[in-house]
């Protein structure tokens, strides 16, 4: 048995964040005891002088990686799908929801069965598959960013049956714009099937929104993007996730996507409520430069995506990433860490808390957050 002392665990806005912890480990290196740690206990173990323990993170919103996107996949590009999967877990995430954005049904479906059969080949240390993370077709033409208009569909049932069935266990999360005629329909079944669902590349007002929370849908889609914003007289589906709390708000905390003061400033309107994401394209993991995303062109400059007509895309920068840069704004590490370690498992996995996101799991498999002299957040395996 060993003990660590002195821990952090992140936490929201909010709560007991300077709170130390102890750490009991057994023999093999698992975590099997977390509790409060009182004055008189600090000299005994290893002390690890504040540094946060937190799992991995959990990526709800990725599109691809190593020039693989993730609607074009096919079985060749399996080999290359498990490189993409070991990167990421060296880039410190523990599992994402493969993001597949509007596109035929005939690659859609194609993808699908590609990720099942990489989801059947999960080993120990390498990044999980868990379902996939359908971004579209159902999304509002006026808001519809990057995707392509030819392959929008209007939501109905023969629509969704036509791209998922036979797949609907692969499926995790569907993002949709509610606001459309049809939407009701298609969140319902999809609810009863399992799959979340959440509000994005929509136009629709708070109490559209609202109607769609009642409904069942649960998380906004890269919140601030693709949606209306934040405004006094028209709060929108952000102003009413956040006034009735609960729903997840996806934030790409790259500084491009979403302002840093408007970032830091829904981390404190709804502390609980924000997932970081990283919205990766297929350029993750490969230089700045140009490449291919479906038949267009796609340019890559600082991590930050563009088409040819200048259309803003995506990013390239790791999930973590994300976390750095909103403690750095906010000045709130454990805050960040939480909202992509501990918040994504609320949707994935049903989790509540960190501690039963860490007990019974090995040390070597978590992340130790430490923070540098001049107040930069670096992380490192554990063990």
């Not at 290196?29 to 004055?39: D, L, R, S, T």
């Not at 699908?112 to 990489?118: C, F, G, P, S």
């Not at 909103?326 to 996995?349: F, K, M, N, Q, Y």
Request: charged letters at 20%; proline letters at 6%; one cysteine or more.
């Amino acid at each position: 048995m060993r003990r660590i002392t002195d821990v952090r665990l992140p936490a929201p806005l909010g709560s007991d964040r300077e709170r130390r912890h102890w750490v009991d480990l057994n023999d093999d290196g698992c975590i099997v005891a977390i509790q409060p740690q009182v004055e008189a206990e600090q000299r005994h173990g290893t002390n690890w002088h504040g540094d946060w323990l937190s799992p991995r993170g959990i990526d709800l919103q990725i599109n691809g990686g190593l020039g693989l996107a993730f609607t074009e996949l096919v079985d060749q590009d399996l080999p290359r799908l498990i490189a993409l999967l070991e990167l990421l877990w060296q880039d410190g995430v523990e599992a994402i929801a493969p993001t597949l954005v509007t596109c035929g049904i005939g690659p859609l479906r194609r993808a699908l069965e590609v990720l099942r059969q990489a989801r059947r080949q999960h080993q120990p240390s390498r990044c999980r598959l868990l379902g996939a993370h359908l971004e579209g077709p159902f999304l509002a033409e006026a808001r519809r960013g990057a995707h392509p208009m030819e392959h929008l569909a209007a939501p109905s049932l023969e629509a969704l049956e036509q791209r998922i069935g036979g797949f609907e266990s692969e499926i995790a999360l569907v993002t949709l714009a509610p606001e459309l005629e049809g939407a009701a329909v298609v969140i319902q079944r999809l609810r009863q099937l399992g799959i979340a669902v959440a509000l994005g590349h929509s136009a629709a007002k708070a109490e559209q929104a609202g109607q769609a929370f009642d409904l069942g849908v649960e998380m906004i889609t890269h919140a601030f993007n693709a949606m209306p914003g934040l405004h006094h007289r028209a709060p929108g589906p952000l102003g009413e996730a956040c006034r009735r709390g609960g729903i997840a708000l996806g934030l790409i905390a790259d500084g491009v996507h979403v302002d840093p003061t408007m970032a830091v400033l829904l981390q404190r309107l709804a502390p609980e409520q924000v997932v970081l994401v990283s919205d990766a394209l297929a350029p993750y993991g490969l230089a700045d430069g140009e490449h291919r995303w479906d038949k267009r062109v796609l340019l890559v400059q600082n991590g930050t995506c563009r088409l040819e007509d200048g259309t803003f895309a995506g990013v390239t920068l790791p999930q973590l990433e994300g976390v750095r840069r909103l403690a750095c704004w906010s000045d709130e590490p454990g805050a960040a860490i939480w909202s992509a370690t501990v918040a994504p498992r609320r949707l994935s996995d049903g989790g509540t808390g960190v501690e039963d996101a860490l007990l019974g799991k090995p040390l070597k498999e978590q992340l130790r957050w430490s923070r540098q002299a001049a107040g930069d957040l670096h992380w490192a395996c554990a063990a």
